[in-house]
């Protein structure tokens, strides 16, 4: 592992720079890209950017301004990305290209060349933040906007465990330096389109209790998506519902894709860690919150197997 100022170092080193997001790009990957990309831009560097997914369009201000480039990488960096599996399908050819991962994941593989991870951070936004530090750039109000995006996203607000007094600090000096906090946190947190309220409305129907009321699951199949005129980025934010169930210590929430993958993600309460759980099926992410996907199996035989598990760890913990 290397430090912020390596990292910095190797940026600087380089000048044709390739950003890469995982797949379903959330607000922190996204700000973690478009952060370090305005300040690459900053020092004088080529820079363009990659996701195997489209960039849901709440997130399109985190790119505005931000020249269109096409030009061949001498160096790839990785951000947000915990393993090669995040990849997605249509940037696997770069998967084990990665020159450099910046990450806050502690299940990180380690995959790249060089890697920064710091798993005390609550989004990798914090650490994409300490290297523009040590690359000298500037933060501009644009910075600040993607950098408040990935930190508030990625902690619900501010209200998730992972939160320190050092996020706390960063958000207020990214407020200081023009980000526009209010604006943001409406848009992420309180703005939902009427497919996104349907699509809500159609997981929570579908929600069962496990382990006399300590686990829940919801599934959302293809074709609740199609009756709701749902996209991806309408089901943001969905995954945390269950978890704020009184009594629930773990949700799920199962989602089948169109290509037939099945996409689980879990949150959790102490004493379970859903980066243990997930990892029993090939998955990661941090103690409160993480994800797994299958492949060849139904969502509810998906939703069974995750059922099971945390009913084995509830029964031995709790």
Partial sequence: MMEAKQAAERLLQADNILVISHASP???????????????????KRVRFACSDPVPDKFGYLFGGIPAQNFVPD??????????QLFGKNMQEWANRVDLCIDHHGTNTAYARETLVDPCAAAACEVIYE????????????IADCLFTG??????????????????????????????????????????????????????????????????????RNRDMEQAGAEEPDLDGLPALPRQIEGVLAGVCVKEKPDGTIKVSL???????????????????????AGCSFS????????????????RRLEETV
């Fill in 26 to 44: 959330d607000g922190d990957t996204l700000g973690s890209a478009s952060a370090l990309m305005r300040g690459l831009l900053q020092k004088g």
């Fill in 267 to 289: 949150r959790t309460h102490s004493p379970l860690d859903a980066a243990e759980i997930c990892s029993c099926f090939g998955g990661g992410g941090h103690k409160a919150a």
């Fill in 151 to 220: 930190l508030t996203t990625d902690t619900g607000c501010f209200q998730y465990s992972s939160v320190t007094p050092r996020t706390h600090r960063l958000a207020a000096e990214l407020m200081e330096n023009g980000a526009r906090a209010a604006e943001i946190n409406r848009q992420m947190f309180e703005m939902k389109s009427r497919a996104r309220l349907e699509i809500e409305r159609r997981a929570l129907a579908s929600m069962r209790f496990f382990c006399g009321g300590k686990g829940a699951v919801m599934i959302i």
């Fill in 296 to 311: 060849g199996i139904s969502p509810q035989e998906a939703a069974d197997r995750l059922e099971k598990e945390i009913t």
């Fill in 75 to 84: 160096f790839v960096c990785a951000v947000d990305l915990a393993g090669p």
């Fill in 131 to 142: 290297v523009l530090g040590k690359m000298g750039v500037t933060i501009t109000p644009e």
